[in-house]
């Protein structure tokens, strides 16, 4: 047992949790005036001070109690699970206490209960009052049950249970619903330690009359419960994904791979559903879903609303997918062109917006024409900057045209050897023309361009093994070594592709 410690609390409430800023259901939902569940790792305790500090401790049992302490006024308890085999008490707002944070407690599946007395709003309580105090005993269990009120207070105010909202919560939980335009999430996971070499568990629920299993299928998405009927007194629960899936992106990989078993007894008290072999942070979802499923209390509710999610998901798919469309539309020139164009990382784009036809025409031409439309834009890129002539360019070009390779100047390092050579060899010429920049990028204030330097890499792209890319990236380095003369060279140009 801890000691008796201050807590700061704020609006009358603390919380009590395994795994630090785990989040789940909102309070309200299910729960009493001591304690509301909020998941596998949480709940809040509720206190009768608004805003000040109260007295708590915590007891690790080593099993569950015989007998219910005298001298509190309400006693309440509820299931948790504790992968990292530790819990805190923290105030709403943060409020901590060092011999009630990160408590020792068993490792998996363990029930809380939960001690109070003195509850007195700071309006009425006075000097003479006692302080108020919690006190919390832990033991280990391998059963999940429903949350319990042990011993109500007198004064306990009587709050609406929701368990189809519960169970909404719960189902979505356990499927990985996310938000519209969203990746898939799962439950918070510990952040120290996962649920490996931990025993599944049972999920036990009672009612004093007799129910009715729901056999069948339970729709929830992209995925769906199969309930197969073993016997007369046996259920076989498993996940498999949904023949029609309701997102754009649908889920696929299941809460659970394997297969478990429900089974229902009667007896003069009524009838018991144990679900056995679960996983221990799945237990308090699966016990909250059959809660709704035992009690019949109407639709599924988890149904409309992965159908409004799956809605706004699509709208939003369908909303990139048109904006998509239209920035594609913009690269391009027009639609976007086949997916082997689209891969490639020259100069395909502005290629598309000097003359997106002349590109799909291109695309379309054999491979053995595709590498001739590249050497023959390369030689009008020379002959348009007066580097036709030169030796070392002549011998490489005539070589491309005999279908040899490239010099090694031009093929390694992208032919940073050859650019070197042609920014020092004094024979080459020295013109500009006026800089027509690409309507997808600034000009940066630049009006001029050495004709040589942007007509020369036409010639290097026919050291690229891929025929498209080369003829590409040749025909648009020699359309823009070209200048005011583009229209004519590009006019050219088709009639070379006839």
């Given at each position: 047992?801890?000691d008796?410690?201050?807590?700061?609390v704020?609006?009358?409430?603390?919380?009590?949790?395994?795994?630090?800023?785990?989040?789940?259901?909102?309070?309200?939902?299910?729960?009493?005036?001591?304690?509301?569940?909020?998941?596998?790792?949480?709940?809040?305790?509720?206190?009768g001070?608004?805003?000040?500090?109260?007295?708590?401790?915590?007891?690790?049992?080593?099993a569950?109690?015989?007998?219910?302490?005298?001298?509190?006024d309400?006693?309440?308890?509820?299931?948790?699970w504790?992968?990292?085999?530790r819990?805190?008490?923290?105030?709403l707002?943060?409020g901590?206490?060092?011999?009630?944070?990160?408590?020792a407690?068993?490792?998996g599946?363990?029930r809380v209960r939960?001690?109070?007395?003195?509850?007195?709003?700071?309006?009425?309580?006075?000097?003479?009052?006692?302080?108020?105090?919690?006190?919390?005993?832990?033991?280990?269990v391998s059963?999940?049950?429903?949350?319990?009120?042990?011993?109500?207070?007198?004064?306990?105010?009587?709050?609406?249970q929701?368990?189809?909202?519960?169970?909404?919560?719960a189902?979505l939980?356990l499927?990985?619903?996310?938000?519209?335009g969203?990746?898939?999430?799962?439950?918070?996971?510990?952040p120290?330690?996962?649920?490996?070499?931990?025993?599944?568990?049972?999920?036990v629920r009672?009612?004093?009359?007799?129910?009715?299993?729901?056999?069948?299928?339970l729709?929830?998405?992209?995925?769906?419960v199969?309930?197969?009927?073993?016997?007369?007194?046996?259920?076989?629960?498993s996940?498999?994904?949904?023949e029609?899936?309701?997102?754009p992106?649908?889920?696929t990989?299941?809460?659970?791979?394997e297969?478990?078993?429900?089974?229902?007894?009667?007896?003069?008290?009524?009838?018991?559903?144990r679900?056995?072999?679960?996983?221990?942070?799945?237990?308090?979802?699966?016990?909250?879903?059959?809660?709704?499923?035992?009690?019949?209390?109407g639709?599924?509710p988890?149904?409309?609303?992965?159908?409004?999610?799956?809605a706004?998901?699509?709208?939003?798919?369908?909303k990139?997918?048109r904006?998509?469309?239209?920035?594609?539309?913009?690269?391009?020139?027009g639609?976007p062109?086949?997916?082997?164009v689209?891969?490639?990382?020259?100069?395909?784009?502005?290629?598309a917006?000097?003359?997106?036809?002349?590109?799909?025409r291109?695309?379309?031409?054999p491979?053995?024409?595709?590498?001739?439309?590249?050497?023959w834009?390369?030689?009008?890129?020379m002959?348009?900057?007066?580097l036709?002539?030169?030796?070392?360019?002549?011998?490489?070009l005539?070589?491309?045209?005999?279908?040899s390779?490239?010099?090694?100047?031009f093929?390694?390092?992208?032919g940073?050897?050859?650019?070197?050579r042609?920014?020092?060899d004094?024979e080459?010429?020295h013109?500009?023309?006026?800089?027509?920049?690409d309507?997808a990028f600034?000009a940066?204030?630049?009006t001029?361009v050495?004709?040589?330097?942007?007509?020369?890499?036409?010639?290097?792209?026919?050291?690229?093994?891929?025929?498209?890319?080369?003829?590409?990236?040749?025909?648009?380095?020699?359309?823009i070594?070209?200048?005011?003369?583009?229209?004519?060279?590009?006019?050219?140009?088709?009639?070379?592709?006839?």
């Amino acid at each position: 047992m801890t000691d008796w410690a201050r807590l700061h609390v704020s609006h009358c409430q603390y919380d009590v949790s395994t795994v630090p800023g785990a989040t789940g259901a909102a309070i309200y939902t299910v729960g009493d005036d001591l304690l509301h569940v909020g998941g596998p790792y949480q709940f809040t305790g509720f206190c009768g001070i608004h805003t000040g500090g109260i007295e708590a401790r915590l007891r690790v049992l080593s099993a569950p109690p015989t007998e219910v302490d005298a001298g509190w006024d309400a006693i309440s308890e509820a299931t948790l699970w504790s992968p990292s085999g530790r819990l805190s008490v923290v105030g709403l707002m943060g409020g901590t206490a060092e011999t009630l944070t990160d408590v020792a407690v068993p490792r998996g599946l363990i029930r809380v209960r939960v001690h109070a007395r003195h509850r007195l709003h700071e309006t009425v309580r006075t000097d003479d009052d006692p302080p108020e105090q919690h006190e919390l005993h832990v033991w280990a269990v391998s059963e999940q049950m429903p949350c319990r009120t042990v011993l109500a207070d007198p004064g306990a105010r009587c709050w609406e249970q929701k368990p189809a909202k519960a169970a909404e919560w719960a189902m979505l939980s356990l499927c990985r619903a996310r938000p519209p335009g969203r990746r898939s999430c799962r439950l918070p996971s510990d952040p120290y330690e996962d649920d490996n070499g931990l025993d599944r568990v049972t999920v036990v629920r009672h009612r004093p009359a007799p129910v009715t299993l729901p056999v069948g299928v339970l729709p929830v998405g992209d995925l769906e419960v199969r309930l197969d009927r073993v016997d007369a007194a046996t259920l076989r629960w498993s996940w498999a994904t949904a023949e029609s899936p309701v997102f754009p992106d649908p889920l696929t990989a299941l809460p659970d791979d394997e297969p478990t078993t429900v089974r229902v007894t009667t007896g003069p008290d009524g009838v018991t559903l144990r679900h056995e072999g679960v996983r221990g942070r799945q237990a308090v979802a699966l016990g909250l879903i059959w809660d709704h499923l035992l009690d019949g209390t109407g639709p599924h509710p988890w149904v409309e609303t992965l159908r409004g999610q799956a809605a706004k998901a699509t709208a939003g798919a369908e909303k990139v997918r048109r904006l998509q469309a239209e920035q594609e539309a913009a690269r391009w020139g027009g639609p976007p062109p086949s997916d082997r164009v689209r891969r490639l990382f020259g100069h395909a784009q502005s290629l598309a917006r000097i003359d997106r036809r002349l590109l799909d025409r291109i695309d379309a031409l054999p491979a053995d024409r595709q590498r001739e439309v590249a050497c023959w834009a390369a030689r009008r890129a020379m002959r348009v900057a007066g580097l036709e002539q030169l030796g070392w360019i002549a011998d490489a070009l005539a070589a491309a045209e005999d279908g040899s390779p490239l010099p090694c100047a031009f093929t390694e390092q992208n032919g940073a050897a050859a650019y070197g050579r042609l920014m020092s060899d004094p024979e080459v010429p020295h013109t500009t023309i006026p800089l027509t920049p690409d309507p997808a990028f600034r000009a940066f204030g630049v009006t001029e361009v050495r004709q040589q330097a942007v007509a020369f890499p036409a010639l290097v792209a026919l050291a690229n093994h891929d025929p498209l890319a080369a003829a590409i990236d040749a025909v648009r380095d020699a359309a823009i070594a070209h200048g005011d003369d583009r229209d004519r060279f590009l006019t050219e140009a088709h009639a070379a592709l006839a």
